[in-house]
């Protein structure tokens, strides 16, 4: 079993940026593929960033390309996602999960799922 916490949401202006984090709790975190998704009012789940177990790889949807990071401390058990640029459109609820297979872009494949943290982007 695996807890997630996702934790640094809130209100934020068009161009500006918000560092998301999320603490795991449970063994063996490193085991792990994590990813970030996100689901904006009215629309379906989607996936945001994924990162490989050693942190050495990380996949990103194309609309945040370039503008986030993901990242992850296996010895801190926390992933976090740092969001730069930041647009209206990424108004979202945001999501970490764990993932024990190596799909990473597909939510249905991911294990485990924290509480989510709001973000708004005001324009």
């Known amino acids: 079993q695996v807890q997630l916490v996702e934790s640094g949401g809130g209100l934020v202006q068009a161009g500006g940026s918000l560092r998301l984090s999320c603490a795991a709790s449970?063994?063996?975190?490193?085991?792990?593929?994590m990813g970030w998704f996100r689901q904006p009012p009215g629309k379906e789940r989607e996936f945001v960033a994924a990162?490989?177990?050693?942190?050495?790889?990380?996949f990103y949807a194309d609309s945040v390309k370039d503008r986030f990071t993901i990242s992850r401390d296996n010895a801190k058990s926390t992933v976090d996602l740092q969001m730069n640029s930041l647009k209206p459109e990424d108004t979202a609820k945001y999501y970490c999960?764990?993932?024990?297979?190596?799909?990473?872009?597909?939510?249905?494949?991911?294990?485990?799922w924290g509480q989510g943290t709001q973000v708004t982007v005001s324009s």
């Open positions: 990162i490989t177990r050693s942190g050495a790889s990380a």
């Open positions: 449970g063994r063996m975190f490193s085991m792990y593929v």
């Open positions: 999960a764990a993932e024990s297979g190596s799909y990473y872009t597909d939510p249905r494949r991911y294990d485990y």
